[in-house]
C-alpha cells in the first residue's frame, strides 16, 4: 500500500450508491493523479467444473456491464486514467472476485458503498463490502447510502 494513492478500486452495481461512491474515489484520484478502476461483478449461475470466478464470462450480461462501465467513464471520468474490469462469479463469490481484482491490479485503496442491510436481508444475502473487507489487501473505505445522499456524481 502506498500513499498517496495511485490506485483506486471502484466496485461499481450501477445503482445510486455505488456511483456516489465512485464519485468519492474520482476526488481522490484527481488529488493524487491515480488511476481508477471500476469493477464490475456479473453474477453467474454455478455450472458444473467450471470456476466461481471468471475473467470473461462470454455473455450478454458482460456485454451489457462493460458497456455500462464505458458510459459511466464518459459522463464522469473525462481526462483521467482509468480502467474497466468486468469479472463475473457465483453470487456467493462476489466478495472473492473484488479482492482478487484489487490483488491483480495492485490496488492501493478500494472505494464501495455498503447498502445498509440489516436482519434477515443482510442474513440472508450477506454482505459483499464485509467479505471485501475481511479479504482486501489493501484498505476498503466504505460509504452508507445515507452519507452519499448529497454526493450526486459531479
Not at 461512491?21 to 467450471?50: C, D, F, Q, S
Not at 450480461?61 to 459511466?72: D, F, N, Q
Request: charged fraction near 20%.
Amino acid at each position: 500500500m502506498a500513499y498517496p494513492f495511485r490506485v483506486i478500486l471502484s466496485p461499481v452495481q450501477f445503482d445510486e450508491n455505488s456511483v456516489a461512491a465512485m464519485t468519492l474515489a474520482k476526488e481522490m484520484t484527481e488529488r493524487n493523479g491515480a488511476t481508477i478502476y471500476l469493477l464490475h461483478v456479473v453474477p453467474t449461475l454455478p455450472a458444473l467444473g467450471e470456476a466461481s470466478i471468471s475473467e470473461h464470462v462470454g455473455s450478454a450480461e458482460e456485454s451489457k456491464a462493460r458497456s455500462m462501465l464505458e458510459e459511466i467513464a464518459q459522463k464522469y471520468l473525462q481526462g483521467m486514467k482509468h480502467e474497466l474490469v468486468v469479472r463475473g462469479a457465483f453470487i456467493s463469490e462476489t466478495a472473492n472476485a473484488v479482492v482478487e481484482v484489487a490483488k491483480e491490479i495492485n490496488a492501493d485503496l478500494i472505494v464501495m458503498a455498503t447498502h445498509g442491510r440489516a436482519g434477515l436481508p443482510h442474513f440472508f444475502m450477506g454482505s459483499v463490502t464485509e467479505g471485501v473487507m475481511r479479504g482486501a489487501p489493501c484498505p476498503v473505505l466504505t460509504i452508507k447510502p445515507e452519507h452519499l445522499r448529497d454526493r450526486v456524481a459531479r
